[in-house]
């Protein structure tokens, strides 16, 4: 059993920064992709960053690429994502998710999930 929990959100002008965490634990994870994933209300929970623990290969959707970057901890089991220039639309709840499945960037394939954190980017 995979435990996660995030940390970190806020509330941010546009333009600023926010860095958040994902503590893990319940597993040895050399074999999982982490990822993270956000939900606007209204809107479809959508990709937002990935990374392969063993190697640290990562992959973001284009709206945030040169402006987030997600890295891990191995001493820690920590994931982070670093969110740098924000912009209002990427207000939303922020989940961190952990999956078997190398490189997908797909909800269905993460099987565990963290209660979210709230990232809300004024203008």
């Known amino acids: 059993q995979v435990q996660l929990v995030e940390s970190g959100g806020g509330l941010v002008q546009a333009g600023g920064s926010l860095r958040l965490s994902c503590a893990a634990s319940?597993?040895?994870?050399?074999?999982?992709?982490m990822g993270w994933f956000r939900q606007a209300p209204g809107k479809e929970r959508e990709f937002v960053a990935g990374?392969?623990?063993?190697?640290?290969?990562?992959y973001y959707a284009d709206s945030v690429k040169g402006r987030f970057t997600i890295s891990r901890d191995n001493a820690k089991n920590t994931v982070y994502l670093q969110m740098n220039s924000l912009k209002p639309e990427d207000t939303a709840v922020y989940y961190c998710?952990?999956?078997?499945?190398?490189?997908?960037?797909?909800?269905?394939?993460?099987?565990?999930w963290g209660q979210g954190t709230q990232v809300t980017v004024s203008s």
């Open positions: 998710a952990a999956s078997l499945r190398y490189g997908s960037s797909y909800p269905r394939d993460f099987g565990s």
């Open positions: 319940g597993r040895t994870f050399s074999s999982y992709t």
């Open positions: 990374i392969r623990w063993t190697g640290g290969i990562t």
